[in-house]
């Protein structure tokens, strides 16, 4: 919990129902709350005290019980809507629902299409992070901008010598995932898996919660001692020990084959100057870096693992000084820069004089308003 957020707590009763039926928890959350009158409630006194010029969803889970309060409200009292989509979620959800044994349910994704297709109708500006993301919003609503995911420089590396003697005489190859099944069925799908492609002084180093997924998957255990002795599911680590894990790695593997949006994770691997073996579909989003000498792709696990062979082999990455100063683009000062003059061109509440007009700007500076904005597009109050 942070300041300002509101708490709703979903009774036992809908939670076992939502597991019996196997839906999705931020659908099931978006339904229960349309039909909680109580807390439809609380949400409206919230924002009637907090009275907002533009509210902006990261996601559209809140959609339903938003657009009551808004047909609601009284003209003087109206403001913009702006969903800022990290994904297309309809279609996300379709593609999920399709994998065999997942928990997302068809009707989580029908009710997932319901939603976010009346909100992107409706919205005032719909922020997606991808060309591809944008043309699919477009056909609903003519006012996308693309606001790319970005990163921040990676943290203080912590822990470097630890790691260093750990790894010694070791080439590696980094694999970074959260715990969605895209990320563990891609790496799985792609090595196959059979590690016994790499030598013994070779390592596929996996951190994140993807780690857990692959160690118990049955496509992995059938590798036996030779995927255990080739791999380090490490699991969940924190920045420090990432950055360090980031300083050693020799190659970063993005084996990424299904998913929506773009994957921050290959903006990481380009801004950190590694050599990288990838899908195609891990750099959509980033296409003007697939040619880059230090990015070899593949789309077949063959292919794919012959690469990652002969990138472990090969002299590490050492960009030139054009190409240090094109991967400034990643960094979410550079792919926000156009928000701030986007959100304060947006409608205000009627009869505001001009002179009061909301401005978008941080009384520490622009570098701390993006720095803010791009880790939660929120409310913002009028000035």
Not at 252 to 258: A, C, K, N, R
Request: proline share 6%; net charge neutral.
């Amino acid at each position: 919990m942070e300041a300002g957020d509101l708490f709703i707590e979903v009774p036992r009763r809908f939670r076992k129902k939502m597991a019996r039926r196997k839906w999705r928890s931020d659908v099931a959350t978006a339904e229960f709350i349309t039909g909680s009158r109580p807390h439809r409630r609380e949400i409206a006194k919230f924002l009637e005290d907090f009275r907002p010029d533009i509210i902006a969803l990261e996601q559209c889970w809140l959609w339903p019980a938003l657009r009551e309060y808004m047909e609601a409200c009284t003209p003087e009292a109206r403001f913009s809507i702006v969903y800022s989509s990290q994904n297309v979620e309809q279609e996300l959800l379709a593609q999920e629902a399709a994998i065999p044994g997942a928990e997302t349910d068809l009707w989580s994704a029908r009710r997932a299409a319901d939603i976010e297709s009346d909100l992107v109708s409706k919205a005032d500006l719909v922020v997606a992070v991808s060309e591809q993301d944008a043309a699919y919003f477009r056909k609903l609503n003519p006012s996308v901008m693309v606001a790319a995911n970005g990163i921040w420089p990676r943290a203080t590396p912590v822990g470097l010598d630890h790691w260093a003697s750990r790894f010694a005489g070791l080439r590696i190859a980094l694999f970074i995932g959260s715990g969605h099944p895209p990320n563990a069925n891609g790496f799985l799908e792609l090595t196959k898996p059979d590690l016994g492609l790499l030598s013994p002084a070779e390592r596929i180093v996996v951190v994140g919660g993807v780690a857990s997924q692959i160690e118990g998957d049955q496509r992995f255990l059938r590798g036996g001692d030779v995927n255990h002795a080739r791999t380090e599911l490490l699991g969940v680590q924190d920045a420090g020990t990432l950055s360090a894990l980031i300083e050693l790695a020799d190659v970063v593997i993005l084996p990424i084959l299904e998913g929506g949006g773009t994957n921050i994770k290959t903006a990481e691997a380009l801004y950190n100057r590694k050599s990288i073996v990838a899908t195609s579909f891990a750099f959509r989003g980033f296409e003007p870096f697939k040619h880059w000498p230090n990015v070899q792709l593949a789309d077949n696990p063959a292919d794919f693992q012959v690469l990652l062979v002969k990138a472990l082999r090969s002299e590490r990455y050492d960009p030139g000084s054009t190409d240090v100063a094109q991967l400034d683009r990643l960094l979410w000062t550079a792919t926000l820069q156009d928000l701030p003059d986007q959100f304060a061109a947006l409608p205000r509440r009627e009869g505001a004089a001009s002179a009061n007009l909301p401005v978008l700007r941080s009384v520490n500076g622009p570098k701390r308003f993006l720095g803010t904005l791009s880790q939660r597009l929120g409310l913002w109050r009028r000035s």
